[in-house]
């Protein structure tokens, strides 16, 4: 199984701890990459980056990243080279389907204050568990950046 790599603020604090078991639940090898404690003026690219570094550095691996919206972790993850976050904060899980499919995302960006546990969950599972496609004009595509 892949490994996943997970990152919040204070923001996300909470949800991570408990995405952290739930992947765990599921029977992936999960690493904290931080925030480690609640502190409520932190800042998201302190864990973000590292976070992403690890990811970018072995392809089979995954991120979870949680902030509030999600957006801004997302946007500090994708000046990785490498990285494809795509953010999710509730709705159709199709969204997921779709970055994991199309375009091979490698992150997914939570936003904790936008969904309830359960959603994150099955945002969670459908991300881990949704393969990349590998059709010719996806990998075309994403040869281009």
Not at 10 to 24: Q, R, S, T
Not at 35 to 63: H, I, R, W
Not at 119 to 145: C, G, V
């Amino acid at each position: 199984m892949p490994k996943v790599f997970f990152a919040s603020d204070h923001a996300g604090f909470d949800l991570k701890k408990k995405l952290l078991a739930y992947v765990d639940e599921l029977g992936y090898a999960a690493q904290d990459c931080g925030a480690y404690s609640f502190n409520s003026k932190d800042d998201y690219p302190d864990f973000v980056t590292p976070c992403a570094q690890e990811v970018a550095l072995d392809q089979n691996s995954y991120g979870i990243i949680i902030g509030k919206s999600g957006e801004g972790e997302a946007m500090c993850a994708n000046r990785v080279r490498g990285i494809r976050a795509a953010v999710f904060y509730g709705g159709s899980l199709e969204i997921i389907q779709l970055a994991r499919e199309h375009n091979n995302a490698n992150i997914l960006s939570l936003g904790a204050h936008l969904m309830t546990e359960t959603e994150a969950r099955n945002a969670t599972k459908k991300f881990l568990e949704t393969p990349f496609s590998t059709s010719p004009r996806h990998i075309r595509r994403l040869s281009k950046f």
